[in-house]
Structure formats: structure tokens, C-alpha cells
């Protein structure tokens, strides 16, 4: 969680050191981390490590990075065994000394730094493949900045903060431009990339992509899912440190329920009990929504060193609590902020050091496969598409046509277009959103246009190589220190993702069944119960219930002169005010086109940030 920030003047002008307080007050972490500063007449590093005294040879460079390098056995094989008395900042060094910017090439784990050559004026940074930790940097003709936090490098920017109305279209489509913020001059170091800064200019470069390699093949089915559950156990492991308490959020799903066996075996090994934290209805509920309760007392009376926390925030919070999940995660806040915060909260009440989160398992161990059989038509596998339209219509009792009009057509461009037809009159809110039409055609390049769906490979490497999840994840990262605990993401570990690059898209519906490939690797080691649910329930229970409840507040920020420049541009009041009488509550999750609720929550979101920036000065660029 270490907190790394440097500034460089391209001019040779002398650097203020007085910038670092500035920067230590502006961003979310508890405390500056171990380790110094270092300045030259035009530079100014944060949280540096030295290792001159040891290795005189490497006096000329300087590190500061937050990292957790997993290899160190075999970079010590590679270094000289002496390398195990240096912390994982010196490591990475000792690598970059001795390979170059190919260092990148043999370090695992999660990482973030930048290297300063002394002697030739010249900056190394790099983020960890998938880009679990962040980098956020500002470069102008004058000065280069760096940090991992956004706020760092704001506090001692000097040209003015602009927003970035591409993290609208991010926060509502999911199609934001890779390595963009809300702040238009500062960039995110995606994961898989390193930059480098020569002679004043900056350059990016890819080092590594998430494609199929045909690293992992095996003949017997049983060898997969051998082969995958070893790599979670090592996934875990890498991230635990059982001198610490640690913790999981568990919701009582498939992917939670896995890693709560697997964190349960491994910590019990050692008589370490292991805390979970979820999110559940209050005790005497009456309504109609659903929680997951009986799932996660399932598991709680399976593995006794589990030590259950379950959190009810009835209340979605104010204007204040929204902008304090803004500075948290530094970007728009989801709508369930409230609850990451209750639940993080408990965390650090329990003085848990990490916690593990289920994220990214929907996208790939868990992945549902809804799309497989369109996916191995449009990839010329009949055969198996064949027999995979069989399992289903088995399951399912339906016949083969049943089977193909439910499976392959939803999926063609043919019902893009017919759909809107066949469900005239009825808002479709999974595409639907509260922006302004005519802000939404500035970009309908990238939110409207078609593309035909290639197979779950191609996706998942998209969604990793531009850098869709690292952004979560580092998100992550930055949320959790400031409540003084690491995250731990073991789905999106890199050998998990190669992986699963390579096994074949029949294994995630096997016989039919949804979701097989995390359910074949969890028989027998998690409840039957669990392991056989179909059910999938809402990560907070009765959500609808608490947005109908910030009716108010949505009255307040629709009323106040100072929103409405935001319903100017950017946002339709009228949309937003006449569709919050169509949020209803469900007994579990609102089917997607259904979620009217989400999306005037979005909106509120949205507007409170932008409010707050415009405060902050941000000037705004309305073309």
C-alpha cells in the first residue's frame, strides 16, 4: 500500500521540496509509507529505496514502488541468493540493473514503480500485467508527475484541472478510453505497459498481452479442473499473510464460496480463523426481497474457522457520504458505495490486514456461458455446438430449435435490430441511461455502434489488455488503504487468466449446466447446496427499497441552482424525475433491462462528483 509520488522539471528549474506535504495531504492512505525522499536541483522522488550501501554499482538509480513480488526463490536463483535480505522495491531494482526494461519479463506479483537513473536523467516505470496497483501520471512541456493516486498528482499540478466527460461515457457504458480519468490531463499506467521518459518525451510501451499461448492442454477433463483448482490454492497463497488477520467478502455465491474453502483449508493448516464480511437484510424483514443468508451460514457450519460479520447499511448515505466514496475510489462511485464502505469499515474494526474479494470470477472461472454455442457457430466448431445444443435441450426439456432460438439468436446482430420492435414501448435500461441524447451522439462511435461477438478468448484478452479490469481492481487497491488494508483479488490472477485462455468454451457449460467449470472444481468441497444453486441474489439485498428512500435527495440535486449546468450538458432531469415511480422492489435481481433503480442512482452519483469538481474549479469544455 505504499505511497509512491515523484515530480520532474523538464526545464532544469529547482523542484520545491516542499511539494511532498502537499501530496501526503491530499491522498487517502492512513500514512506516508516506509522508506525517504530524494531531490536534485529538478527532481523530487517520494518513499525511495536505496540500495548503495550493499551495491555501490547501483547508486546511480532509485526506486520508489508499491509491490508484492511472488517470485523472489527464483529471482534469487537468477540474482544471487544474498537478494533475499532486500525488500521488494531493492529486488525489482537489482532486476532492472541487471536486465533493462526487460526486468518486467521475469518479476510476478503486483506492482507499480518508477526507476530514476541518476546519471543518465532518464525514468523507468511499469505496472504489473493485469495493473492491480495504479500509476497516474501528468506530462507537459514543463514537468512530469507521478503518483498512485489521482489527488497526488492534482495537489501540485500547475496548469488547470479540466474534467473529462470520457468518464461519463465510462462510468455509464463501460466504454471509456483505456488509461483515461476524470481529470483530462491525468493518464492511468494501464497494466502490461511500461513508460519511459527520455530527453523530456514520454513513451509507452506494451510488454505484455492476455492471449492464448497453449501453455495448459490436457486429454482428460479431470486434469482441468485439477489444473485450475491448484492455480486458485496458488493464487490465494501468494496473497496471504498468516501473521495477519484476513478476511473475505462472501455473499454466499459460487465464487465466494470457492475462495472461502480454499482461504478456510490453507488458514486452518495453521490454526488461523478466517473473518468474512456480508451483506444481509436485517433480522425481521418483511418485504419481498431475498438475501443469501442461508447460503453463508451454510458455509459458516462447514469450515469452523470461519468467523462470520454480516452488515446491514440500511441507509445509502448523503451528499457527504458520496463524496467521500469520490475521494475514496477516485471515480464516479457505483451505486453500492455505501456498502463497499460498511463493509470495509467492520474489516478494520476486526483489524483484518487483507481482504479477498470473489471479483472477476462472472468474467471467467464462474462465467456462465450463455453465449457458447453462438460463440463455437461463429467459430466453425458444429460438432461441439451440436452436441452442446443436445446437453441443454436434456436439461432443460426443450426442444433443439427451443434450444438454438434461446441460445444462438439474443446473440446476432439480426436481433439488435429486431429487438426494439419486439419490446415496442418498453424502456430497455440495460442500455438505457439518464444522459442527454444529444451528449451520448458525440460518442455513439462507441456506444451504439455493432460488433459481432467474438468468442469469450478474444473478450477476456480485450478487457485485460486495454486495461477494463485493472482499473477495477486498482480501484480496489486505493479504496482499501485508505481503511489501512491490502486487497486480494486472486481471480484475476495472471496465471489464472492464461488459463483459462486456453481451455476449451464447452468446459464452462458442461452437460448444460451454467457456471461448470467453477462447480466441477468445488464438488465435494463446498456444500451440495451451494455448489447446485441456479439462484443468483443482488450484492445488497433490498437495494430498491433504499433508493425509493433517497427520494428526497433526488428532489434536492434536481431543485439546487448549482446541478444545473450538469442537466444542461450532461444529464436529463426529466428522465431522471419521471421514471423514479418505476422503481419497484424485487424478490432478487431486477432482470437487466429492469434496472431503472441503478440507473437514476447513477445519476445522482454523477451529478454530486461533477458539482463537487466544479467547486474544486474544474473548468469543464462543453463542445
Known sequence: ????????????KKVDETILEKVFQSVSRITPDEGSSWTDTDIVLGNTHLIEDAYPYLAHLIITADARIDNRPVLASMLGNNVNLLNDAQLILMTFYKWGEKCVQFLEGEF???????????????ADPVGHRP?????????????????????????????????????????????????????????????????????IKKYWRLQASGKYSFKKEQDWYDCLLHLVYNAVEKRLDYERPVGLT??????????????????????????TFSSVLPVGYEGIARDERKYIESIGRRYPNIIQNFVDSSEIGSIDSLNESF?????????????????????????????????GGDFGVSWKGDSVVYQLIYLRQFKEALQLVKEFGKRENLSMLQVFVKKFIPHTELYRHLRP??????????????????????????VIEYTPLKDFHSNAGYQINE????????????????????????????????????IPLPFFVKGGIPRSLIRNIMKGNVPDEITRRMDKLPYSPGYQNKIKSQ??????????????????????????????????????????ENIVGIRLMQAVNAAVVISRLKEENYHFKFV
Open 421 to 446: 420492435l419486439l419490446k415496442m414501448g418498453r424502456i430497455n435500461w440495460q442500455n438505457e441511461t439518464t444522459l442527454k441524447n444529444d451528449f451520448v451522439k458525440k460518442y455513439s462511435h462507441r
Open 327 to 359: 475521494l475514496l475510489d477516485e471515480s464516479i462511485p457505483n451505486p453500492f458505495h455505501y456498502l463497499d464502505k460498511a463493509i470495509l469499515s467492520l474489516a478494520r474494526e476486526k483489524k483484518v490486514h487483507t481482504l479477498f474479494t470473489g471479483y
Open 1 to 12: 500500500m505504499g505511497l509512491i509520488f515523484g515530480r520532474i522539471n523538464k526545464t532544469g
Open 135 to 203: 500509476l497516474y501520471y501528468y506530462d507537459s512541456g514543463d514537468e512530469f508527475i507521478f503518483c498512485n493516486e489521482i489527488k497526488g498528482v492534482t495537489a501540485v499540478k500547475q496548469t488547470p484541472d479540466i474534467f473529462n466527460e470520457d468518464a461519463l461515457i465510462d462510468y455509464f457504458f463501460k466504454k471509456g478510453l483505456p488509461g483515461h480519468t476524470y481529470n483530462q490531463e491525468v493518464f492511468s499506467l494501464c497494466g502490461g505497459n511500461i513508460l519511459t521518459l527520455k530527453h523530456g518525451k514520454v513513451g
Open 250 to 275: 462472501l455473499s454466499g455465491g459460487l465464487d465466494s464460496s470457492c475462495l472461502a474453502f480454499v482461504l478456510s483449508d490453507l488458514l486452518q493448516k495453521r490454526n488461523k480463523p478466517l473473518y
Open 112 to 126: 507499480a514503480f518508477v526507476i530514476w537513473n541518476k546519471a543518465s536523467h532518464e525514468l523507468f516505470a511499469a
Open 551 to 592: 427520494k428526497s435527495l433526488l428532489q434536492t440535486i434536481s431543485s439546487l441552482n448549482k446541478y444545473e449546468f450538469i442537466f444542461d450538458k450532461y444529464l436529463d432531469k426529466h428522465k431522471i424525475i419521471n421514471n423514479f415511480i418505476n422503481i419497484k422492489p424485487e424478490e432478487g435481481f431486477t432482470p437487466a
Open 467 to 502: 486495461g477494463r479490469f485493472g482499473k477495477i481492481t486498482a480501484m480496489f487497491h486505493t479504496r482499501n488503504a485508505a481503511f489501512g488494508i491490502e486487497s486480494a483479488v486472486p481471480y484475476l490472477d495472471k496465471s489464472i487468466l492464461e488459463f483459462l485462455m486456453d
